[in-house]
Every structure is written in C-alpha cells, then in structure tokens.
C-alpha cells in the first residue's frame, strides 16, 4: 500500500472517531433553560422550564422507576411536572416564597415543557430564584434562566453549587 492512500485512511478514522465523540459528548451535556416572563395583558409571572425529552427520559427512570415511560405515560409526565415544581421557586425581597401553581405540561419535538405562574406582586423590586430540578441526579446540570418583561433580559446560570440567584428591577410596579 503507497503512502497517499494510507494517509487518506488514517485522516479518515481519525475524522470518524472525532464525529464520534462528538456525539457522544452532545448527550452528556445536561441543560435546562426556563423563562420567566412578566406577562402585562395578564399581570402574571408565567413560568416556562423546557428540558430535553432525553434527559427527562433518563431522569424520570433514576427517579421513579426504571420502567417510567415519559413519553406515552400521562402520570409519569405528571410526576416529572411535580418534580420540576418542587425545586424550583421565585422569593420575593423578604424571601417570602411566591405562590406558584403549575399549568401544564406538554411534549414538543425533543422537548418536555412544564408551565407555572402566580400573580405578580405589587411592588416587587426583585427575586431571588432556586432552580435546582437535575441538579440532585447529575451534579454537571446547567439550569439557565432568563427573566423577561421587566426591564432588559437577565440572564442567570445555575451551575456548581448555586442554590441561590437574584434579580432587581430598576423600575419597580
């Protein structure tokens, strides 16, 4: 075998392999994101946390049972819905706790979609946020949330061994 033709092979295992590996990292890669929206038609604070259907999949087996079916089980979506809600929650400047109600829950694409809301307080300068749904099963879960309809978008990032986030309203309602 010449040299050029063996070359070719070479580069084209090593391409594979790093496709590969690619793929491979991409499923490891364990993120939520969730908007938090002050809605003014509604006067509502509406909740939007959206986790990849295959990260939900996985959970809802490590924290259920190992025959947990998200996809075509009504109560185990319920039961991840539950889930999501209790370790996550909007405190006001007090660290009063917010009275969030859960909405819904739907599949969309590759998507699991799980709605809150609560009335929007009179005068709320800021929040203090805890998004700690993934983070007790995988210590690597990234959790990023963005609050909008109050001022510009803020952007926050639970990572690590963050419980706690907040953020201020120049404006004050």
Same mark, same amino acid.
């Given at each position: 075998?010449?040299? /050029? ?7 084209? =295992? $090593? ?8 793929? $491979?990292?991409?499923?490891?890669? /364990?993120? %939520?994101?969730?908007? =938090? ?29 190992? /025959? $947990? ?5 009504? %109560? *185990? ?6 889930? =999501? ?13 917010? %009275?969030? /109600? ?10 699991? #979609?799980?709605?809150?809301? *609560? %009335? ?7 929040? *203090? ?8 099963? #995988?210590?690597?879960?990234?959790? *990023?949330?963005? =609050? ?26």
């Amino acid at each position: 075998m010449t040299t /050029k033709p063996l070359r070719i092979i070479q580069l084209s =295992v $090593a391409l594979l392999l790093l496709m590969a590996a690619q793929v $491979a990292f991409a499923h490891q890669i /364990k993120a %939520a994101i969730t908007t =938090v929206l002050f809605n003014p038609r509604t006067q509502n604070i509406e909740i939007m946390h959206r986790f990849n259907l295959h990260d939900a999949e996985h959970a809802v087996k490590a924290l259920f049972d190992k /025959k $947990a079916d998200i996809l075509g089980d009504k %109560a *185990t979506q319920q039961a991840f819905a539950d889930y =999501v809600a209790q370790r996550f929650a909007l405190l006001d400047a007090d660290s009063a706790p917010l %009275a969030l /109600k859960t909405v819904g829950f739907e599949i969309e694409g590759k998507f699991f #979609w799980v709605y809150q809301e *609560t %009335a929007q307080p009179p005068k709320l300068e800021g929040l *203090t946020i805890r998004h700690n749904a993934l983070r007790d099963l #995988w210590p690597a879960q990234i959790n *990023t949330l963005n =609050v909008e309809g109050r001022g510009d978008i803020q952007t926050l990032t639970f990572r690590d061994n963050i419980e706690l986030l907040s953020v201020e309203f120049k404006h004050p309602h």
